[in-house]
């Protein structure tokens, strides 16, 4: 059985009166994508901030590599790279000269640091922009060298945090793509997103956070089929109107919730349901699979969040 690379028991973290994360427990197995996910506030960022060691555990244990996780252990942080919610970049330095700089605070000899720096640039599709300024980069640019400063130490484990906020789709599916590749060469990674697309393209495992705790953990199939079903039936209607759509129905396999101006049918098997619903001639009516979106939405509610 493989060791645990990341463990955690009863972990809190408290900001005063404020509990950010609440008892957790959890274990990540090494070369993995595991992902918490939830709303703005759920608790996603502390918990990364406590595994990458920048933020003290109030409460419980951590452990990284075997090791505690405690703000002052160096080691854990020299084999360990962060994307962060923010860029970091040195404006009045070139690209190169960023990846330089960043390589020297991990002790990287300078002809070590320039060969990986070429190797990461061709990795991350950067290598005609060595010698731009940050400036003259654009946010997906700025993205990708990002990444590419993650890993100038050839970390073992990645911390990404909300990666790909605020891109493009075009920019956002190129990062993916990396960030599947550097998996696939054994490097464990931890992401936190409120991306469910982004959850299911890049995640082995993920834990749903809500403030503070974790609701359910699981593979995204696991939670789909667990929570939801195989598909779903959205039907826009006023609330008066589910009753007899219910009754006729009832003998088929489904569940039902009503949230805004639709209601939701999660099926096992929706080929007879949505047969019925189409019988009925309602007005608007959209057949799907069903996806770690209506998990996440399920546990965490479907309004909105303040």
């Known amino acids: 059985?493989?060791?645990?690379?990341?463990?955690?028991?009863?972990?809190?973290?408290?900001?005063?009166?404020?509990?950010?994360?609440?008892?957790?427990?959890?274990?990540?197995?090494?070369?993995?994508?595991?992902?918490?996910?939830?709303?703005?506030?759920?608790?996603?960022?502390?918990?990364?901030?406590?595994?990458?060691?920048?933020?003290?555990?109030?409460?419980?244990?951590?452990?990284?590599?075997?090791?505690?996780?405690?703000?002052?252990n160096r080691k854990i942080k020299s084999i360990t790279g962060v994307i962060p919610q923010e860029n970091y970049l040195d404006e009045d330095l070139t690209v190169d000269q960023n990846l330089l700089l960043f390589a020297d605070v991990f002790g990287i000899k300078k002809a070590e640091a320039k060969k990986r720096i070429a190797e990461?640039?061709?990795?991350?599709?950067?290598?005609?922009?060595?010698?731009?300024?940050?400036?003259?980069?654009?946010?997906g640019m700025k993205r990708r060298l990002t990444i590419a400063k993650a890993l100038i130490n050839q970390p073992k484990l990645i911390i990404a945090?909300?990666?790909?906020?605020?891109?493009?789709?075009?920019?956002?599916?190129?990062?993916?793509q990396r960030l599947r590749s550097v998996k696939r060469q054994g490097t464990t990674?931890?992401?936190?997103?409120?991306?469910?697309?982004?959850?299911?393209?890049?995640?082995?495992?993920?834990?749903?956070?809500?403030e503070g705790k974790i609701l359910k953990e699981g593979t995204p199939p696991e939670l789909i089929a667990e929570l939801i079903g195989n598909e779903v039936i959205e039907i826009q209607i006023p609330a008066e109107e589910d009753k007899p759509i219910i009754e006729k129905l009832s003998g088929n396999d489904f569940q039902?919730?009503?949230?805004?101006?639709?209601?939701?049918?999660?099926?096992?098997?929706?080929?007879?349901?949505?047969?019925?619903?189409?019988?009925?001639?309602?007005?608007r009516v959209i057949h799907r699979p069903a996806s770690l979106e209506d998990v996440f939405l399920k546990l965490t509610g479907r309004n909105l969040k303040e």
């Open 1 to 72: 059985m493989t060791d645990d690379l990341i463990k955690a028991d009863k972990l809190v973290k408290k900001y005063g009166d404020l509990t950010a994360v609440d008892g957790i427990s959890f274990a990540i197995e090494p070369g993995i994508c595991f992902g918490f996910l939830g709303p703005n506030g759920a608790g996603k960022t502390t918990t990364v901030k406590m595994i990458h060691c920048v933020s003290p555990v109030t409460s419980g244990t951590l452990t990284v590599f075997g090791l505690p996780a405690n703000v002052d």
């Open 120 to 139: 990461l640039l061709s990795f991350v599709e950067l290598e005609k922009k060595a010698n731009s300024k940050i400036n003259a980069l654009s946010t």
């Open 161 to 176: 945090d909300e990666p790909t906020t605020g891109l493009d789709p075009q920019a956002r599916h190129l990062i993916w």
């Open 189 to 210: 990674m931890v992401l936190t997103t409120q991306y469910m697309e982004e959850a299911e393209q890049l995640c082995d495992r993920v834990a749903i956070m809500y």
């Open 256 to 283: 039902f919730e009503r949230v805004g101006d639709s209601l939701y049918l999660y099926c096992r098997d929706g080929r007879a349901v949505i047969q019925k619903v189409m019988e009925m001639n309602l007005p």
